[in-house]
């Protein structure tokens, strides 16, 4: 897979990290492997990152963003707004006004629920010869 950087990513080893990440085949993509997420930890991008220092919350935040209150979504972008992974029922609600969003709002007389239409995200599955999903 080729990977178009934009061009103020000039970092090398940051554009390294990156295209190890995006490796489609599950089994050669850094994190994946033998040694799992320690691959990741181990790349040449994080060195100097002292990683008992950050799990234990003691280094400090290099930019803290403004927030005027808890529903404060004004520092995402509206794509990420769009992810119902990263926010609530409430706040989707009133993330997802645009035309191009992939979530739906449906209302009841009671609450809202909300649908994700994932058809366009579908692929089909192939086993990679390792069997890890016969257990599903």
């Known amino acids: 897979m080729r990977i178009s950087y934009p061009p103020v990513l000039t970092d090398r080893v940051a554009k390294d990290l990156i295209s190890k990440l995006l490796v ?3 089994t ?3 994190g994946c492997m033998h040694h799992g997420h320690q691959d990741i930890k181990d790349h040449p991008w994080f060195e100097g990152v002292d990683w ?4 234990s919350k003691q280094v400090t935040a290099p930019w803290k963003p403004t927030i005027r209150s808890d529903q404060d979504t004004s520092n995402f972008d509206e ?7 990263l926010l609530p029922p409430p706040l989707l609600l009133s993330a997802c006004t645009t035309t191009h969003c992939r979530f739906t ?3 009841s007389s009671s609450s809202p629920t909300y649908s994700y239409d994932e058809e366009e995200d579908l692929m089909p599955f192939t086993d990679d010869g390792s069997n890890w999903a016969s257990a599903f």
């Open 105 to 107: 709002t449906l209302r």
């Open 52 to 55: 008992s220092c950050l799990s």
């Open 79 to 85: 794509c990420v707004l769009c992810s119902a992974l």
């Open 24 to 26: 489609r085949e599950t």
């Open 28 to 30: 050669s993509r850094l």
